[in-house]
């Protein structure tokens, strides 16, 4: 009867723990005691917020990772072109079909600044977006992996006016899409200022 | 052949005098014209033309996905008090606002657009059960500018149908888009007119953090509010530029620090170029509620309003709270901020072009909205024999007549000093000049003088320019003061003549004044525009002809005669 009812808790306890198991051995983004949530690919903390971060996820068009990009961006006032607020410290980013993209995001400013991706398959990102937001005097790094279609993606700080002052670039695969407009440094906005 | 050409032209001047409309005649002729000529037969005035009135899409104005919002719950410890409004506060944003965001789960943050610091509590220095030490994070948001991107102004926020002034705002710092989507322009709803109402309590040390995320300087100024000129660090502590501390400049922060030893009702504002930046919206109400133990207050009411959560003090002498901020806008500058996306050349126009001795107001809001959109989240709902708390803050440039229909209040407290009871005044009028505040006790019992029973009570400025929209009237701050049995289903008060009536007033078209004022209340169109008349009417033809006959037959009688020709 003892016997019976060791083995019948041994099997509850291989199937609850199962889940933890399976949670345990997925890579995290960043274990640490401050973060709250990973729920819906969202790490929120104090020092900031990351959307889908994904590290091995391959897209369904890619057999394997091409290569390994570090990408470093630097966000804050001193980067701002002359007429503009804010800046990246680099605007444009040329990468390789199916590369996986290491981004780690500096803040120099004291305000919340984002680098928000666009145009990434929906299916593996929700919104088709990847999102690095940190707070002021802060950095965070995660990463995510481009499909094999050449594409332009929009990356930007969508807090209220961030864009339209200087926070805004693209990320460029192979051999990329249409340009976007009003790129700092680079290309024109659609409707610039007539300076009187 | 002159002479018939003479006799033709004299015959076209007998037909022009006969046909002649009389609205072009000399009054003084006109009496003369009746007599010759008798009685010009009767003409039909245009018909009316029936309006175009786009259809209410009411999931639109009182989304379905907000219903359960509405509802008394308890999140977390914290009681959240119903709220029919068909707009009502997210109960979870009202929740973390009473903990705070480093203190409530991650669920219920993850209900919210806060970020993990938007609201800091820690310490509770005086062991009375609630924190004492508690920061506050404020950012600095454009509302309606300018897109180098797109023709439409961004992020988007409409005061009334079609009306997007461009506006300068504090707000929550948030988390993740200001936008509610990358699809939509629309700004989410923690980035809004007005600025969040801040409510601490007294003896509580205050840390406001202002983090300048916009593209001009910045600052706050604590008006009303016990604050030292200085931190204890040295830094200024006032808010105003070169007096206190140099302006927070974009991309920096800056932390005010103050422990008020008074309760009342207060005023935050930008004190960098005044007579700008508080009109462009950078203007708050901030609360400081009396100690009383285990007093866990909501630090933040966005968009003011009801307060789902009162403090201790509030909730033992009063049924329900409200937070009342009126403002005014003028076009001229709020709209100056469309026009160009550099800084300078923003700065220029706000700061050097604009000029407020020549100052007009468009605009008129009640907690950033202007009616009907009032109706919508900004309705005082009483029910009958109850005490309501109202802090009424004025932070336009005009000032406010406030008149509660159907009721006399009393004013208990001015600029957040109590009145001495025996100079308080029972009325149904109160002026309130700019940056005044005043509370009132509004008391509900059917006795002829606080209250003359349930209904709709009209709740607006008797400045009546207060009440219109770009000069079209309903708008402006006009508000309502229901009793529960006058609300329909969606939480809008209910009217004599049904939903419809007010259908009219959600269309961009009625402010832009394209729409008859009755359009909603007026079946038969006895009152709606006529269409254009018919241009001719035979009479109007025959005078036409005789004009013209009398030209051609006197010209061909001139050339006949230099020919010779009788």
């Known amino acids: 009867m003892i016997g019976r009812a060791w083995v019948l808790l041994s099997m509850i306890l291989m199937v609850a723990g199962l889940p933890v198991f399976a949670w345990a051995q997925m890579d995290h983004p960043k274990k640490n005691k401050n973060v709250d949530h990973s729920d819906h690919g ?127 670039g693209q990320i460029v695969v192979g051999g990329g899409a249409l340009d976007i407009p009003g790129i700092p440094g680079l290309y024109a906005p659609l409707f610039p200022d007539k300076y009187p | 052949m002159k002479v018939g050409f003479l006799i033709a032209a004299l015959a076209c001047v007998g037909l022009g005098v006969y046909t002649v409309p009389t609205s072009i005649l000399p009054p003084s002729l006109v009496d003369d014209y009746f007599v010759t000529f008798g009685a010009q037969p009767y003409l039909e005035a245009p018909p009316a033309i029936d309006p175009e009135i786009a259809l209410i899409d009411m999931d639109a104005i009182c989304p379905a996905y907000l219903r359960p919002w509405k509802a008394a719950q308890q999140i977390e410890n914290v009681a959240v008090a119903a709220s029919p409004d068909c707009l009502p506060d997210n109960p979870w944003e009202v929740a973390a606002s009473v903990l705070g965001t480093n203190n409530v789960t991650p669920h219920t943050l993850m209900q919210t657009l806060f970020g993990k610091d938007t609201v800091e509590k820690f310490d509770d220095r005086d062991g009375d059960g609630d924190p004492d030490v508690i920061t506050i994070r404020l950012e600095v948001m454009e509302l309606n500018g300018r897109s180098p991107d797109m023709p439409d102004v961004i992020p988007q926020f409409e005061i009334a149908p079609g009306i997007t002034p461009g506006l300068w705002v504090f707000a929550p710092k948030g988390r993740g888009m200001t936008t509610v989507n990358f699809e939509s322009p629309v700004a989410n709803r923690l980035v809004r007119l007005p600025a969040p109402v801040l409510r601490v309590e007294q003896g509580d040390e205050i840390r406001l953090v202002l983090e300048n995320t916009h593209y001009l300087p910045h600052t706050i100024h604590l008006h009303g509010v016990d604050h030292p000129f200085e931190n204890a660090n040295g830094d200024g502590n006032d808010g105003v530029p070169i007096f206190s501390e140099q302006a927070t400049q974009p991309g920096d922060a800056k932390t005010y620090v103050f422990t008020p030893r008074k309760a009342g009702t207060a005023f935050y504002h930008c004190h960098v170029q005044p007579q700008s930046h508080i009109l462009m919206g950078l203007q708050g109400m901030l609360i400081v509620e009396e100690n009383r133990p285990n007093n866990w207050v909501q630090t933040l009411n966005i968009g003011g309003g009801r307060v789902r959560a009162p403090s201790k003090a509030v909730g033992a002498i009063y049924d329900r709270e409200y937070d009342l901020h009126y403002a005014d806008l003028d076009e001229d500058l709020n709209d100056r901020i469309k026009r160009y996306t550099d800084p300078r050349l923003v700065s220029r126009e706000i700061h050097r072009k604009y000029n407020i001795a020549e100052r007009t107001e468009e605009f008129h809001t009640l907690n950033g909205r202007s009616f009907p959109y009032t109706l919508q989240e900004s309705l005082v709902v009483v029910e009958p024999d109850e005490r309501i708390k109202l802090r009424v803050l004025n932070g336009g440039a005009s000032g406010v007549a406030l008149h509660l229909h159907g009721h006399k209040s009393t004013g208990t407290h001015q600029d957040g000093v109590p009145i001495a009871a025996e100079a308080r005044a029972q009325r149904d009028v109160f002026w309130l000049a700019s940056a005044q505040r005043l509370d009132l006790d509004l008391n509900t019992t059917n006795d002829g003088l606080n209250s003359y029973g349930p209904g709709a009570w009209l709740m607006h400025d008797h400045k009546e320019q207060g009440i219109t929209t770009a000069g079209m009237n309903p708008g402006g701050n006009i508000g309502v003061l229901v009793y529960g049995d006058y609300l329909d289903a969606h939480g809008l008060p209910k009217t004599v003549t049904g939903l419809d009536s007010i259908v009219p007033y959600f269309s961009p078209a009625y402010y832009r004044g394209e729409i008859p004022v009755f359009a909603g209340t007026d079946p038969d169109n006895r009152y709606g525009d006529p269409a254009r008349p018919r241009t001719w009417s035979l009479r109007s033809i025959l005078f036409a002809l005789s004009i013209l006959g009398m030209v051609v037959f006197l010209s061909l009688a001139q050339r006949a005669g230099r020919r010779g020709s009788l």
């Open chain 1, 42 to 168: 969202m790490i929120l903390d104090r020092e900031g917020m990351v959307m889908n971060h994904n590290p091995d996820q391959l897209p369904e068009d890619c057999d394997a990772v091409s290569s390994d990009v570090q990408i470093d961006v630097r966000v804050g006032t001193k980067f701002a072109r002359t007429g503009l607020t804010f800046g990246y410290s680099q605007h444009e980013w040329r990468v390789a079909p199916c590369s996986r993209l290491n981004i780690t995001f500096v803040n120099e400013d004291q305000v919340r600044h984002q680098w928000m991706v666009h145009g990434l398959p929906k299916y593996l990102y929700p919104q088709g977006m990847f999102h690095l937001e940190v707070n002021g005097g802060f950095r965070k790094s995660a990463s995510f992996i481009v499909s094999s279609d050449d594409a332009t993606l929009l990356v930007h700080c969508d807090i209220s006016h961030h864009m339209e002052q200087g926070l805004k």
